[in-house]
């Protein structure tokens, strides 16, 4: 397991890191858990009222193990990193956390931070958000490329650099704490493609960017 990479990696070798075969274009998808009032995070970064079950879980493995890679900002980066690595050695792990560790081994991690000074296996570390090289990203890379945390997401929000909203709403309200979208995005028309009605009680609302305004889709 190597012992992370150093700091100053460029936009350029996140291309490379999830370098496909070129072929076709490549989308970013947002994938988040909120609130019915809006919230990723209640106070304290608590996330203990999502509801993950073994329905839910093994969704996300299904969509997040075709994903090229995944991008993320540093705190949900350490998040992730503080669990998954290892999680398919933990006894009490379930078969959908078990597959979900291979996954994130195996995916290739972008982590954008101005701060972190190492990253662990199959990831890079960048530094600042270019829409152009996050374009070109998109058309080097082998799957869609996930991307995750609220400030980060926003970034790429602000940059209309998000082609598809994954979100996933938990029957609670949270009352205070972090709001997933922040102000100052602008208006994006979106196209309802899905939705999906877990039996926990998790509701799938997945729209993609309209770019030609017209608001139209599918939903089932």
Do not use: C
Request: charged share 30%; aromatic share 6%; net charge negative.
């Amino acid at each position: 397991m190597s012992i992370g990479r150093p700091a100053g990696h460029s936009g350029r070798d996140a291309e490379r890191a999830v370098r496909g075969d070129g072929v076709g274009m490549s989308r970013i998808v947002l994938v988040t858990s909120i609130s019915v009032d809006g919230y990723i995070e209640g106070p304290d970064r608590d996330i203990s009222w999502h509801r993950v079950d073994e329905e839910v879980h093994q969704h996300f493995n299904e969509v997040l193990g075709t994903m090229g890679g995944f991008i993320e900002g540093r705190v949900t980066y350490e998040l992730m990193e503080s669990v998954w690595p290892t999680a398919d050695t933990d006894p009490n792990s379930g078969p959908a956390e078990l597959e979900f560790a291979r996954i994130w081994r195996r995916t290739p991690k972008i982590v954008y931070s101005r701060t972190l000074e190492q990253a662990g296996e199959n990831a890079t570390i960048v530094r600042e958000v270019d829409a152009d090289e996050v374009r070109a990203l998109k058309a080097r890379s082998r799957g869609d490329l996930v991307i995750g945390g609220a400030r980060l997401a926003a970034e790429f929000h602000r940059l209309d650099l998000v082609d598809e909203y994954r979100i996933y709403v938990h029957p609670v309200l949270v009352g205070d704490g972090t709001p997933h979208f922040s102000r100052g995005g602008g208006m994006r028309p979106l196209r309802l493609i899905e939705t999906r009605t877990f039996g926990n009680g998790v509701v799938l609302l997945r729209h993609e960017r309209d770019r030609d305004g017209a608001g139209s889709g599918t939903a089932g």
